[in-house]
């Protein structure tokens, strides 16, 4: 796998939980060990079971593209931080921040 473009740290009822990445070769979640050897660890979505090595794909993770908004809340979003409507990285960065369920997405450790 290439290096990251973008980075996306992904958190489970505010407990950092894994990143997902964009790269040349396409996406790529993995969960951190520390979040795996919790306890109560639960994953991201039932398509994305705990396990340790990484998830690839050429496409987004259906599951997070299904976080970013639609409709005319899709158009706030794009319009407001300019970005593409097809950017779907880019959107899953800004505008899943407060997602509805128990993942969020964050541009930055927290």
Do not use: H, Q
Request: hydrophobic content about 40%; overall charge negative; some cysteine.
């Amino acid at each position: 796998m290439t290096a990251a473009y973008r980075t996306a740290y992904v958190y489970v009822r505010d407990t950092f939980a894994g990143e997902l990445c964009e790269t040349d070769d396409g996406y790529s979640f993995a969960y951190d060990k520390a979040y795996l050897s919790l306890p109560d660890a639960s994953s991201v979505s039932l398509t994305l079971p705990l396990k340790e090595e990484p998830y690839i794909s050429k496409t987004i993770f259906s599951f997070f593209d299904g976080l970013i908004p639609e409709g005319w809340l899709l158009d706030v979003v794009s319009r407001n931080w300019k970005i593409d409507r097809n950017d779907r990285f880019g959107l899953l960065l800004v505008a899943c921040r407060d997602s509805v369920g128990n993942v969020s997405i964050r541009e930055v450790p927290v």
